[in-house]
């Protein structure tokens, strides 16, 4: 089903904020050893790699081992010929540094708190959960975003993994009751999963008193956004304290389960004061094309406003404004602004040109840091339009915390020109849709004969039909197909989950030599010839057909029972598989057997063979590759991801 949605939507330079200027300096925190952190029981310590089985729940693996107090107790390298085979275990790690773990047990299971406190922070981290496990980040140690295994759920609450939590308070006044993500962005336990969160911190006044709640500005759990603008009135269930402060540490749960993190950073916000007053205006009009066109001319109107904003004319285009003002700063220094604009601008501040950007029809995204001294000093805007297809809009932002508007809305409404997206959606039965896709969101990776396949049970996939190879996969809502059928369009659509890119590339190949390598596009494939694809009558599912060299193949892609993972089949239809005749599972740097059987690649996702493969792992082009050969004409796994 096409769904337009009548919502605003920012243009892509808006979506979101732009945080570029804040986040370039990151601050990385050492996973060389503890200094960051304060003392805690032992239950947390640093390790240098992590395994993690999928399928093994870890409340009921076998003899599950804790850490020992100095937290050098690990598990030994696999495969030793001389040692007996361990038993598998949900959660395997090795020595070494660079990423944290938890391993709670009954007498070791304290909190992990920064030995820094903070107000407003952008925090980010990988993090990685077993199957059944737990835990929880806390934002000065108050307020939690859930950690949890939600793989797979379908409507996800508080409790579910990016959830805000609730309190257990009953007294009424005192009560939060949490907030579910607006989507289960959640990858299956056993991969990193990528958290970022931008906490803006309560306001008290100068007695003391509360004056404004926490607010989560946006999280987002693998890419997606699953809160935006979401105020938090009360700490949440857990904290390490029931009051409410300017600034805490970050708090790590380390009661509920193990859990690991790496790749741990962040980025204190601290917001300037600045202010702009004393504004005056002198409006043109013209279908002008550079500032020299209208600057020393007569103006329409001039006077003066009480806040900045382009609006002081009553036109959408065909015009131009210059715009003169103060602008202070409570201390001398350098300071971040934004300025968003349609159209073409100039801002001066104290005299010096900051942006020079003459372009009638630009999509002004400029981040800038400029130089204040304290106290006043002079500013100009000179902004004009003549594009007649775009709304006029003007915006000024202090950025040195979260964006914080300096313009009127009259000038910046809404955050911005806005229009409803296109989506498209699976209903009662499977949803096709051809399209242009760039792998990986890179347009220089553009696949041109892909096709997006939408399952009711909400798991998706794109087909590469050049090369007969699934390329992504997530699950969810199908695909954002605006920039498709928006205006002139450029044909492509976007994955609107959590996508787990694959590999490109053909998958099947015959292979005369273990070390030939598979063609990477369809010119180099000698006798690969695309039939099309037919609908599977049980199912609805597609069923692509090809020819190889002459042998005929079938390649079903169907979600499994669960609708957590894919199923692949390839077969051959006529006659018998050649003995050359193979198939590239999975590509990355990092390809390992579990315990179980399973294959990780690069800890980004899993293959699961249905029945008795054969498969092997060799390195090919500087990569790993998980290839099998056809068993009475087919080959079956599974894609967990």
Known sequence: MIMIRNVFVIFLMLLGFSLFAQEKDMQQISFDDMSAFKEQAGNWFVVG??????????????????????????????????????????????????????????????????????????????????????????????????????????????????????????????????????????????????????????????????????????????????????????????????????????????????????????????EADIKVFDITYKTFDGAFQKIADFENTTPVMEGSSPTLTYAVTDKNDNFGVILNGKITAPKAGKYNLRLNYIGGLRFTVDGKTVVDNQIPHANGNDLVAVDLKQGEQPFQIVYYKSIGWRPAMLGLFETNSFPRPLHSLSSFASGGPSYSPIYVDAESTPRLLRAFFDFEGDRSKRITHSIGVADPSGVNYVYDLKSGTPVCVWRGDFVNATPMWHDRGDGSFRPRGAARYLFTGLSVANLSTGSETFPVAMDEAKGFHNIGYKIAENSGTPVFMYSLNGTKLEDAISPDEEGKSIIRTVKVTEGDAPTTLSVKLAEGDDIFMLETGEYCVDKKYFIQLNGNQSVKVRTANGKKELVGQFTANSISYKIIW
Do not use: C
């Open 49 to 270: 790699d992590v395994v993690i089985n999928p399928t093994l729940d870890i409340h009921h693996e076998p003899a599950k081992e804790a850490a020992e107090d100095t937290g050098k107790k690990k598990k030994k390298k696999k495969n030793s010929a001389s040692e007996e085979k361990p038993e598998p275990k949900a959660f395997a790690y090795e020595d070494g540094t660079g990423i944290l773990i938890n391993m709670n047990d009954d007498t070791k299971k304290s909190q992990l708190l920064t030995k820094w406190e903070h107000g407003d922070i952008i925090f980010e981290t990988d993090v990685m959960l077993p199957k059944g496990s737990n835990s929880g980040i806390y934002l000065q140690g108050r307020y939690e975003v859930q950690l949890l295994d939600s793989w797979g759920v379908k409507e996800p609450a508080f409790s579910d993994i990016g959830g805000i939590y609730r309190n257990w308070e009953s007294t009424p006044g005192k009560i939060y009751m949490g907030k579910a993500p607006l989507t289960n962005a959640a990858f299956a336990p056993g991969v990193w999963q990528h958290l970022k969160i931008a906490f803006k911190a309560p306001r008290f006044d100068a007695q003391g008193k509360k004056v404004e709640n926490a607010r989560f500005e946006y999280v987002e759990l693998n890419g997606i956004r699953i809160h935006e603008n979401l105020e938090v009135p009360l700490p949440t269930g857990g904290p390490i304290e029931n009051n409410e402060t300017a600034k805490g540490p970050i708090m790590i749960q380390g009661d509920h389960g193990p859990v690991a993190f790496r790749n741990m950073k962040y980025k204190l916000m601290e």
